[in-house]
C-alpha cells in the first residue's frame, strides 16, 4: 500500500509537536513502543568515536578497525581471539547502563499505561530501565544468549557469567582455550543469538513474546492506541515500520508518533493522524519530562 506513494519528511517544527505528543500520550487507551537503534544511540550507546577507541585500541591497532558494530563481521583466525573482541563488545553493550537515562525517562513517560513494546535492539536496555520483561518483544536476539552456531536444537543459554570471566581473563586479546564456548548438546562451537541468517535460533521465549505482542496488537486495533515509533531506520521496516503505518492506516482511532533524528518520515495517506518529529529522542523525552514537571508543580 504505501510502496506507491513518497514518504514524506517531517518539515514541521520538532518542538511545536511536543505538547501533541505529550497529549495523544496522557490520553492513549495503549502505547505500542517500536524502538530501533537510534533510541539506543541517543541513550549513549554509540558504537565508533571514543567509546570504541577507548575499550578497544589494541584491536584498532592491529586491524585498523573503524568501528565497533563492522569488528564484529571480521574473520578472526581463532575463537579465543574472536571471543576476546566479541566479550568486550558484549560486557559494554549488554551488561553495562546506557551513558544517559534515555530508557528510564521513556519507560516513566509511558508507566501507568497498558503499553508493549517491539524492537529491534539486542542490549536489553528496556528491561534494566523498568520495563516489564513481559511486556517486551525482542525479535532479533539478544547479546546475552548464546545458541548453537549450526544450530542443533532450539534452545538458547545466558552467557554472563562467561563474558565477565572472558573479560577478565583475556590476555593479548585471547580469552583462555578453556573458555571457548562450545554446545552441550553437539559440540559445535556456540555463536550469539542474534538474527543475521537463517542459523538464528527462536526459542521458547521467543514465540511467548511473539504471541503475547499479537495478543496486544488484536486487543487494541480499533481503540485509542499510539504508535510510538522511535529510532527505526530504514534495514527491516518490515518489522515496525511498516506494520505501525498500515496499523495506523486501518484504525482511525490510532495516532502514530515518529521520532528520529535523522529519519522521520510519514505517509500521505496517515498524515493527519501522525506526528513526525525530526530531532534526538532523549531531547524530545527530556522536554516532554520538563513540561510533565511543571504541571505538577
Not at 131 to 156: A, E, I, M
Not at 175 to 198: F, K, Q, T, W, Y
Request: aromatic share 14%; charged share 20%.
Amino acid at each position: 500500500m504505501f510502496s506507491k506513494i513518497a514518504a514524506t519528511k517531517s518539515t514541521d517544527s520538532a518542538w511545536d509537536n511536543i505538547e501533541k505528543v505529550k497529549i495523544k500520550i496522557q490520553s492513549a487507551d495503549a502505547i505500542l513502543i517500536g524502538a530501533g537503534a537510534g533510541l539506543s544511540t541517543s541513550a549513549g550507546f554509540t558504537y565508533s568515536g571514543k567509546r570504541f577507541e577507548d575499550n578497544f585500541p589494541d584491536f584498532i591497532a592491529k586491524y585498523h578497525f573503524k568501528d565497533m558494530y563492522s569488528a564484529g563481521f571480521y574473520p578472526y583466525k581463532t575463537l579465543e581471539e574472536y571471543w576476546a573482541y566479541w566479550s568486550r563488545y558484549i560486557f559494554m553493550n549488554r551488561y553495562q547502563n546506557a551513558p544517559k537515562s534515555v530508557y528510564q525517562d521513556l519507560y516513566n513517560l509511558v508507566q501507568g499505561k497498558d503499553y508493549f513494546v517491539l524492537t529491534t535492539n539486542v542490549d536489553h536496555c528496556f528491561q534494566k530501565a523498568g520495563f516489564d520483561k513481559y511486556r517486551l518483544f525482542y525479535t532479533q536476539g539478544d547479546y546475552g544468549l548464546w545458541q548453537c552456531s549450526k544450530p542443533c536444537h532450539n534452545k538458547t543459554y545466558d552467557n554472563e557469567p562467561m563474558i565477565k570471566r572472558m573479560v577478565a581473563e583475556q590476555e593479548n586479546m585471547r580469552i583462555p582455550s578453556e573458555l571457548v564456548p562450545h554446545c552441550p548438546v553437539c559440540g559445535a562451537p556456540m555463536s550469539m543469538n542474534l538474527r543475521a541468517d537463517d542459523t538464528f535460533v527462536e526459542d521458547n521465549g521467543w514465540h511467548i513474546a511473539a504471541d503475547r505482542y499479537q495478543t496486544f496488537v488484536r486487543c487494541y486495533k480499533d481503540l485509542n492506541i499510539v504508535y510510538l515509533e522511535l529510532g527505526v531506520g530504514g534495514n527491516t521496516p518490515g518489522i515496525i515500520k511498516y506494520p505501525f503505518w498500515q496499523m495506523t492506516y486501518k484504525n482511525p482511532n490510532a495516532a502514530y508518533i515518529c521520532i528520529n533524528l535523522s529519519e522521520a518520515y510519514i505517509p500521505t495517506e496517515i498524515k493527519k493522524q501522525s506526528i513526525g518529529i525530526a530531532a534526538d529522542i532523549g531531547e524530545v523525552l527530556t522536554h516532554i519530562k520538563n513540561r510533565l514537571a511543571e504541571q505538577t508543580a
